[in-house]
């Protein structure tokens, strides 16, 4: 069975950095390209970053980039993502989620997701 | 960056009815790259639809996709209890790549 468990979310003060990690199982975790999407409270979807499987090739949302950084060690069958500058705007709770196989077009498992609340 | 608009933002029917949900692309999208989503209070998305029209593992066959170009449906055949949530369409860029959602269509019980 496909898990993700996602864990680092907690209230920051805006311009702190933050830590999220989402813990996979249940699957081949290098085989799979992996991604970060949040949902502000009240809001839809919005795609945040994604990796591919081997690691080798990162991309970011507009909205992100140049603040957040994706990795991930497959070692550990560990994805991360490294929040750096945060703003009110970054609250949101973020679900790590699994990018299908045949062309990473689309995310077909979800980690129950970790809240993180940006206030002074 | 090509924007989707769900409509309409929210649809009120009986359980039993039949629901359609409607994704606009403001440029056309591969079929291939269409997906829809649904989500319950306090949980996470769930894949029901990969592909414009290929249901994910475990989605009963009243939920059917259809579409191209740049309009695109989810259409619940007969509405249970438990269809009653947000649905989410979304699509992917490949140059660069990207992935949007569109806004989400609620299905509340009338």
């Known amino acids: 069975e496909v898990q993700l468990l996602e864990s680092g979310g907690r209230l920051v003060q805006p311009g702190e950095s933050l830590r999220l990690s989402c813990a996979a199982s249940g699957f081949t975790f290098s085989n799979y390209a992996m991604s970060w999407v949040r949902q502000a409270p009240g809001k839809g979807l919005e795609w945040v970053s994604s990796i591919t499987g081997s690691g080798t090739n990162t991309h970011y949302a507009d909205s992100v980039k140049g603040r957040f950084t994706i990795s991930r060690d497959s070692s550990q069958n560990t994805l991360n993502l490294q929040l750096n500058s945060l703003r009110g705007e970054d609250t949101a709770v973020y679900y790590c989620a699994r990018l299908s196989r045949g062309g990473a077009v689309s995310f077909d498992y979800w980690g129950q997701g970790t809240l993180v609340t940006v206030s002074s | 960056e090509i924007v989707l608009t769900q409509s309409p933002g929210t649809l009120s029917l009986f359980p039993g009815d039949r629901a359609t949900l409607s994704c606009r692309a403001s440029?056309?999208?591969?079929?291939?790259?269409l997906a829809w989503y649904l989500q319950k209070p306090g949980q996470a998305p769930r894949l029901l639809i990969y592909?414009?029209?290929t249901r994910a593992i475990g989605i009963p066959d009243r939920f059917s996709g259809g579409g191209s170009g740049t309009d695109f449906t989810l259409t619940i055949s007969r509405l249970e209890p438990e269809d009653f949530a947000v649905y989410y369409c979304?699509?992917?860029?490949?140059?660069?790549?990207?992935?949007?959602f569109g806004q989400g269509t609620k299905v509340e019980i009338k």
């Open positions: 979304q699509q992917y860029d490949s140059s660069p790549p990207l992935w949007t």
């Open positions: 592909g414009t029209s």
């Open positions: 440029q056309s999208v591969s079929s291939s790259y």
